[in-house]
T-cell receptor, first 116, second 113 residues
Framework: EAQVTQNPRYLITVTGKKLTVTCSQN?????MSWYRQDPGLGLRQIYY???????DKGDVPEGYKVSRKEKRNFPLILESPSPNQTSLYFC???????????????FGSGTRLTVV | KNQVEQSPQSLIILEGKNCTLQ??????????LRWYKQDTGRGPVSLTI?????NTKSNGRYTATLDADTKQSSLHITASQLSDSASYIC????????????FGAGTRLTVKP
């Protein structure tokens, strides 16, 4: 089944403890992206990647890092999490950034992160 | 900054009724507009995409309209079902920037029996 897999689904951590949220897609998509979703706000882009070893900042990159060493994986790293990073995170992928096809972007099921 | 505004923020309707959700945007130049459905605790799933030249597009009981002149789109749901309860998100893309997708905050629809 074509999908984007995020892990973990739920995570509670303490301030300052480094964590990684994994994202993997099995569709050979070039484009991958991370978003955070907060109540009353639309999805906001954290980082994106046009292809392997090509990453760039989105709208809210502060406090996050990413890497794209291989096409299928795009982990999100929080080096020193803070309470304002408590949010619902989504990873998404598409064949190309424009994603003209009817499918649009494929999103993962989300990771609910709580930083205390 | 380009923006996408959706209304209403939330909506409660009875099963079987119709409803219409609105999306106004200021993204320019416009490339395409998508409506996504997001079930609670899940990632968004694309319902439909509309380009500049398209006025109406249907996907089952969902019908999206686009007025590129007034920069407005609507999503009409016919004969609502309990499974339609979800958030509906409007996403607008910029024509020249490969990465510029603007997300609306969504409309939370609740369908009651």
């Amino acid at each position: 089944e074509a999908q984007v897999t995020q892990n973990p689904r739920y995570l509670i951590t303490v301030t300052g403890k480094k964590l990684t949220v994994t994202c993997s897609q099995n569709m050979n998509h070039e484009y991958m992206s991370w978003y955070r979703q907060d109540p009353g706000l639309g999805l906001r882009q954290i980082y994106y990647s046009m292809n392997v070893e090509v990453t760039d900042k989105g709208d809210v990159p502060e406090g996050y890092k990413v890497s794209r060493k291989e096409k299928r994986n795009f982990p999100l790293i929080l080096e020193s999490p803070s309470p304002n990073q408590t949010s619902l995170y989504f990873c998404a992928s598409s064949p190309t950034p424009r994603s003209w096809g009817t499918q649009g972007y494929t999103f993962g099921s989300g990771t609910r992160l709580t930083v205390v | 900054k380009n923006q996408v505004e959706q209304s209403p923020q939330s909506l409660i309707i009875l099963e079987g009724k119709n409803c219409t959700l609105q999306c106004n945007y200021t993204v320019s130049p416009f490339s395409n507009l998508r409506w996504y459905k997001q079930d609670t605790g899940r990632g968004p799933v694309s319902l439909t995409i509309m380009t500049f030249s398209e006025n109406t597009k249907s996907n089952g009981r969902y019908t999206a309209t686009l007025d590129a002149d007034t920069k407005q789109s609507s999503l009409h749901i016919t004969a609502s079902q309990l499974s339609d309860s979800a958030s509906y998100i409007c996403v607008v893309s910029d024509l020249y920037n490969n990465n510029d997708m603007r997300f609306g905050a969504g409309t939370r629809l609740t369908v009651k029996p």
